[in-house]
């Protein structure tokens, strides 16, 4: 049997188990009934479908975004249109002409275990993407658009597709503006931002790029959640509450580039007063997280601050284990892969006796496949296996193994972070 063959397989094995398991540890629930949308007997009032939270798209493309990442049936309070709250003034003393590689920190939220409550709280979906800095200069003949990551990378070239669209916006033509935003990518089978996704459309190569815009596939989109710099005026010191306000006034009832349209979007993300139901709602989802930022809290570099906090939702993947590193004769951890081939780690952390037992004596009936030939059925980003693997003891697999882990995040190299293995509910034949 081929071995894409034996990971389906393998894969559905395990998704079947997953299943079982979610069954037996859910606790007993009354059915939910959907609100009435056609009115009410008895001359009562009709009650209206929980709003969706929603993003302000500059290309009017909102509602088909919206369903593409399936955001339906939130009960949620967003925070006023634009319409509705009027512009801050913009400080006139503190200029920044362009941002400094070198010097500048990104603000980054600290993790937390709870949303933090309370009215000074204003509350975003936290994105599964690549951070993308934008620095667009476009009120000169020199016109140039850059694009940073959180470490203040240039990766200008891996995302030219935003960098054209930021040039050609109505929106940003003849000005300076400094973007904080997110790089994404929808999965089009899970409804939500797939990281896996944008990584391996950041490491395409351009001609590969343009091959995926032209056939629709995995549509990227900038999502922007902060403005640091307009026209010159450092906006770093004003409350974000305001520095928000500012950002959906430049991108109000802007048009994008009918040429663009299909090949990548540019987003406003919104934001919300009830953490707590969005919290909610991404559980329900398994979208990545919520960000919660104070109304009135400046932008600060890095993480010196306490106005801006992450909570995630720990994710739970489905990995394919193409063989063991051992130590001393012993069994250490296991190497693990995407359904796509991706390379996502290693891991140690539950891999028990049972499981160690069940690996080794499965293992010793197995005819393992060479490093030279496991790197050919494995689409690994280089083309080869990752450089850590080829110092370590391991015995490889004939046939992939699917195991249920989790994990804290997955890094900018798309590695687990503190991974932790939950279930080994199958081994091929």
Same mark, same amino acid.
């Given at each position: 049997?081929?071995?894409?063959?034996?990971?389906?397989?393998?894969?559905? &094995? =395990?998704?079947?188990?997953?299943?079982?398991l979610k069954q037996q *540890?859910?606790?007993?629930?009354?059915?939910?009934?959907?609100? #009435?949308?056609?009115?009410?007997?008895?001359?009562?009032?009709?009650?209206? $479908?929980?709003?969706a939270p929603r993003l302000r798209t500059v290309a009017g493309q909102a509602k088909q975004f919206a369903a593409a990442t399936g955001t339906v049936n939130i009960p949620l309070q967003a925070y006023p249109s634009s319409a509705a709250r009027p512009a801050a003034a913009v400080p006139s003393a503190m200029h920044i002409s362009s941002i400094d590689p070198h010097t500048f920190v990104p603000m980054a939220p600290i993790l937390a275990d &709870?949303?933090? *409550?309370?009215?000074?709280?204003l509350h975003q979906l936290k994105w599964d993407g690549i951070?993308?800095?934008?620095?667009?200069? /476009?009120?000169?003949?020199?016109?140039?658009?850059?694009?940073?990551?959180?470490? $203040? /990378?240039?990766?200008?070239?891996?995302?030219? $597709?935003?960098?054209?669209?930021?040039?050609?916006?109505p929106a940003l033509q003849g000005r300076s503006v400094i973007l904080d935003g997110e790089a994404v990518v929808i999965d089009p089978r899970l409804h939500r931002p797939s990281f896996s996704l944008i990584l391996q459309r950041q490491r395409?190569?351009?001609?590969?790029?343009?091959?995926?815009?032209?056939?629709?596939?995995?549509?990227l989109s900038y999502v922007l959640f902060d403005l640091i710099a307009l026209d010159g005026h450092d906006l770093r010191s004003l409350p974000y509450e305001a520095r928000h306000q500012q950002l959906l006034n430049l991108f109000a009832q802007q048009a994008q580039d009918s040429s663009l349209s299909n090949t990548v979007s540019i987003q406003v993300a919104d934001v919300y007063d009830d953490g707590q139901a969005l919290w909610s709602w991404v559980k329900e989802h398994q979208w990545e997280g919520v960000v919660s930022k104070l109304r009135n809290a400046p932008y600060s570099s890095g993480k010196k601050h306490q106005a801006s906090f992450k909570c995630k939702k720990e994710l739970e993947i489905i990995a394919l284990t193409y063989g063991l590193v051992m130590n001393e004769g012993r069994i250490a951890s296991l190497i693990l892969f995407t359904e796509e081939?991706?390379?996502?780690?290693?891991?140690?952390s539950g891999l028990h006796q049972q499981y160690r037992e /069940? /690996?080794?004596?499965? &293992?010793?009936?197995? *005819?393992?496949?060479?490093?030279?030939?496991?790197?050919?059925?494995?689409?690994?980003?280089? #083309?080869?296996?990752?450089?850590?693997?080829?110092?370590?003891?391991?015995?490889?697999?004939?046939?992939?193994?699917? =195991?249920?882990?989790?994990?804290?995040?997955? #890094?900018?190299?798309?590695?687990?972070?503190?991974?932790k293995l939950l279930a080994l509910p199958y081994l091929p034949e």
């Open positions: 049997m081929p071995a894409r063959s034996r990971a389906a397989r393998a894969v559905d &094995a =395990c998704k079947q188990l997953k299943l079982h *540890q859910a606790p007993l629930r009354r059915p939910i009934t959907p609100p #009435n949308l056609h009115g009410a007997r008895g001359g009562a009032r009709a009650r209206r $479908m929980p709003r &709870a949303i933090p *409550q309370g009215p000074q709280w951070r993308l800095i934008a620095d667009c200069s /476009l009120a000169t003949k020199e016109r140039s658009v850059k694009l940073y990551t959180k470490r $203040m /990378l240039d990766r200008t070239s891996s995302f030219a $597709m935003i960098e054209q669209a930021l040039a050609q916006l395409s190569s351009a001609a590969k790029q343009n091959e995926l815009a032209a056939q629709h596939r995995w549509p081939g991706s390379y996502l780690g290693r891991v140690s /069940l /690996l080794e004596t499965w &293992a010793q009936h197995q *005819q393992h496949d060479t490093k030279e030939q496991l790197a050919k059925q494995i689409s690994c980003p280089s #083309n080869s296996l990752p450089q850590e693997l080829r110092r370590l003891t391991i015995r490889w697999f004939h046939a992939p193994v699917p =195991c249920l882990v989790s994990a804290l995040e997955r #890094n900018e190299s798309g590695l687990l972070r503190h991974p």
